[in-house]
């Protein structure tokens, strides 16, 4: 299961947090990262954190938002990643997905695989 939270309204220049909690039989989270899609435009990554913490961001991002996550310590515990955005622009108004990579416990056997969120809705003013 992934369950995001914390998207909104803010004005230029303003801050949101969002966060997503990743749950069930997980094996390993190898990639958990965020993208965005603008009304009539592609969805984007925004930024990508693997378990051994190496970040990646699109370049529109850089310096303004920043990437975390926090790994259970048990398989049925949950893994969360954050979005830390500050700075924000108009141009950063789009619905975000949180999207994960990894490989989840069947009953027989391991699949890896990758799952997104609902989407939560960003929307910044000028």
């Known amino acids: 299961q992934v369950v995001e939270s914390g998207g909104g309204s803010v004005q230029s220049g303003g801050s949101l947090r969002l966060s997503c909690e990743v749950s069930?039989?997980?094996?390993?989270?190898?990639?958990m990262g965020w993208y965005r899609q603008a009304p009539g435009d592609e969805r984007e990554l925004v930024a990508s954190?693997?378990?051994?913490?190496?970040?990646?961001?699109?370049?529109?991002v850089k310096g303004r938002f920043t990437i975390s996550r926090d790994n259970a310590k048990n398989t049925n515990a949950k893994n969360t990643v954050s979005l830390q955005m500050n700075s924000l622009k108009p141009e950063d108004t789009a619905v975000y997905y949180c999207?994960?990579?990894?490989?989840?416990?069947?009953?027989?056997?391991?699949?890896?695989?990758?799952?997104w969120g609902q989407g939560t809705q960003v929307t910044v003013s000028s």
């Open positions: 069930g039989s997980i094996f390993s989270l190898d990639v």
């Open positions: 954190i693997t378990k051994r913490g190496r970040t990646n961001y699109a370049e529109s």
């Open positions: 999207h994960v990579q990894g490989t989840f416990y069947r009953r027989t056997y391991l699949e890896t695989t990758d799952y």
